[in-house]
Structures are given as C-alpha cells and as structure tokens.
C-alpha cells in the first residue's frame, strides 16, 4: 500500500484496470515498479484466482488494491483508479493495460512528456508488430474515421490505444459532469470529450504487442454494438457543437494564413 498521502505539484502514478490477468499482471506491476513508479490496481470483479495474485502484489511498497465488487467495466475501473489516485494526492496518472501488450519501459518517456506539458494528455500512439491480428487492425480505422469526424480534426492520431498520461483535475472534472463509456467505448470517448473542451494532447510513439497472457475481454457482437452507440452518441454531439467546432478552425487556421501573408510580402 502506498505510505503516505502525496503532497507535490507534480506526482504521477500508474492505475492498472485488471480482469482476470493473472497470468500477467505481476510481470505489468515489476515492470512499472522497476521505474520507480507507484502502481494503483483496480480489481474490477477478478476471478478468485486473479484476486488472489491481486492481494499478494498489493502488500508490495507503492503498490495501492482498490477493487470491485463485481464487474463494471474498464471505463469504470480506470475512473475508479483516478480518483483513488486524485485522495492519494497524485496529480497525473498514467493508464495502462493489464495483459502485458504495452511497452512499459516508455513509461518515463510520459512522465517527462507531461512535467513539460503537464495540462496535456499524452497520448500513446501505437506502433504495432505482427502479433495483431489482421481484423483488429484495419477496424480501428474505423474507429479514427469516426473519430475524425466527432471532432471535424485530424488531431486524435488514435483513440484506442489504452496507454495514456492524464491530468488528473481535468479529468476527473469532466468524468463528474459527463457520461463516459464505462467499457471498451471509454478510451475513444474519453478522448473526443477531452478534445471538445481544447484539452492539449502529445502523441508519443510507443510498440503494442497482442497480448502477453492471450487473454482478450473483446465481445464481438455486445461491444461491436457498444461502439456503434458510441459513435450515434458522439456524432450527435459533434452536430450539436458544430458551429463551435467550425469557428475554432477558422480560428486556427486564420494566423497561420496570415503569417504566410506576412512572409510573401516580406
């Protein structure tokens, strides 16, 4: 468990959702652990099995078990993560898989990211070796077509890589007065809602292999329907936010014309 109530202008922690990766969660935990970072788990409704690996890695230092009851979804977990993290006195918190799929030696790659930036996301954007399987690949074009079009930018690289660094104030903010997807819709939600309210992002390369323990929670058809829901609720949203959307491009994109006015007549 972790000590003692962080009091800093600038602490991050790592918050691991897990769902019956027992198989390898310990070696996600050592990893982050290596890095000096302190890791909050969320135990979203785990098998007795997995709880069991659960509690032993909780009595590491710096390492924080919240858990559930019973199974809520990632979306849920995650949020519960951050706000344990936010009573902990953390103010960023980085999210991370629990099978093993990130590459978390670019942990501190983040951490650095946001002391420069630290209002921004910083975003993972994946690079991915020939471990994913072909489908999961090109869907998520899908998915960032969408994702384009909810926010009328190229800006959101990818929605759904679930390797992420947020602020924590801002977040949570939006988490208290807004829906967010609470399963496999949250990481693209989240992020489209962040960028409605001109939250900054950074995108850091990072690799993706699928997955350490070969266990996937993907349901195809109730999450393929949760995803359509998702992309309504967020066109919807756009429509609504349209004029908004349209004058912060013009917005945008009027000093930069009127800079290469200034350099032709220059």
Known sequence: MLPAKFNAKFAVCVVVPVYN???????????LRAQGLPVILVD??????????LDQLSEQPEVTLLRHEVNRGKGVAVI?????????????AIQVDADGQHTLSDARRFVEAARETPD?????????????????????????????LETLSFDIIDSMCGFRLYPLKTTLELADHQHIGPRMDFDS???????????????????VSYPLDGVSHFRMFLDNVRMTTLHIRLTLGMLVRLPVLLWRKIARTKPAAEVQERDANA
């Open 189 to 207: 939600e989240i992020i489209v809602r962040l960028h409605w309210r001109q939250v900054p992002m950074r995108w850091l390369d990072t690799r």
């Open 120 to 148: 921004a996301v910083i975003c993972g954007r994946p690079v991915f070796d020939a471990s994913i399987p072909k489908a999961r690949y090109y869907g998520r074009y899908l998915t960032h077509a969408m994702v384009w």
């Open 21 to 31: 990766h027992e198989h390898a969660i310990g070696t996600v935990v050592n990893a």
């Open 80 to 92: 519960t993560g951050f706000r344990g993290a936010a009573k902990l006195g953390f103010t960023h």
């Open 44 to 53: 979203d409704g785990c098998s007795p099995e997995c709880a069991r690996v």
